[in-house]
């Protein structure tokens, strides 16, 4: 029989399963099948199905497999391009200033683009880090205000008010992280200047054939100040969280 003649009926799904779920497991299904591309009965009929269903691409991550694309497709190009030819036509297609500058021009395209887009994964994966980094500020404060819940009571009793107990604790917050964010920010410039200028860190491989022997990097103004607006919305973050727990009573005091 040809194969060609065989035709394939998508299975038709016509019987229901009720299944009882808590808010939650719902939301966390629905979540997971968003993730995918997929709809909620979509997802769990994989699922029952015993496959696993795929997260979709980020834009990030999808611009940087068409940029390994576009890679891999210049290389075949040139591939196919020499392919066949004599040592000596190959020899003197690759001197040409013309062909080279050519090559270069389209390289350095899709090179900046890598650069570009391993700096802000980069740039995340950092961000994500302070940001956990930040729970132990958190739970440093928390300590903190256990610690001095008997001087709060005097401050209560005193007649100091809980919006300025829990002020005292927001301005702390606030100091650690900013001193902390600072000292990064100072130590990390300082590295990296002295990379830009010094160039301790060198490329591995064969430096002769190379254009650079050390690892490139710049300082920019704006990478500073995107990541001191993090630093700031972490700290701020902080200071709050460490106010409200200032103004929770005392398991005695309920």
């Known amino acids: ?113 890598m650069i570009e887009i391993e700096k802000w994964i980069s740039f995340v994966m950092l961000a994500f880090i302070l940001l956990i980094a930040s729970f132990n500020v958190v739970s440093t404060m928390s300590m903190l205000i256990i610690e001095k819940r008997g001087a709060m009571g005097v401050m209560r009793a005193l007649g100091a008010r809980p919006s300025a107990i829990g002020n005292i604790f927001f301005w702390q917050g606030l100091m650690i992280s900013l001193v902390g964010g600072v000292a990064g920010l100072v130590l990390g410039s300082a590295a990296t200047l002295a990379q830009q200028w010094g160039g301790f860190i060198k490329l591995g491989g064969d430096h002769s054939r190379m254009s650079i022997s050390v690892y490139p990097v710049r300082l920019e103004p704006l990478d500073l100040l995107a990541v001191m607006a993090i630093v700031a919305a972490i700290g701020v973050a902080v200071a709050l969280i460490a106010r409200a727990l200032s103004r929770r009573p005392a398991p005695e005091e309920v």
């Not at 890679?71 to 080279?100: C, H, V, W, Y």
Request: hydrophobic share 35%.
């Open 1 to 113: 029989m040809n194969k060609k003649n065989i035709e394939k009926e998508a299975p038709k799904y016509t019987s229901r399963l009720i299944v009882r779920l808590t808010p939650q497991l719902h939301k966390e299904i629905a979540e997971y099948a968003a993730l995918c591309g997929l709809t909620t009965s979509a997802y769990a009929r994989k699922r029952l199905e015993g496959k696993y269903p795929k997260q979709r691409l980020t834009d990030k991550e999808m611009e940087a497999l068409n940029s390994l694309s576009d890679a891999r497709g210049d290389i075949q190009k040139l591939f196919g391009f020499l392919k066949g030819r004599p040592l000596t036509e190959r020899e003197n297609i690759l001197r040409s200033e013309i062909f080279m500058k050519r090559w270069r021009t389209s390289a350095e395209v899709i090179l900046n683009r």
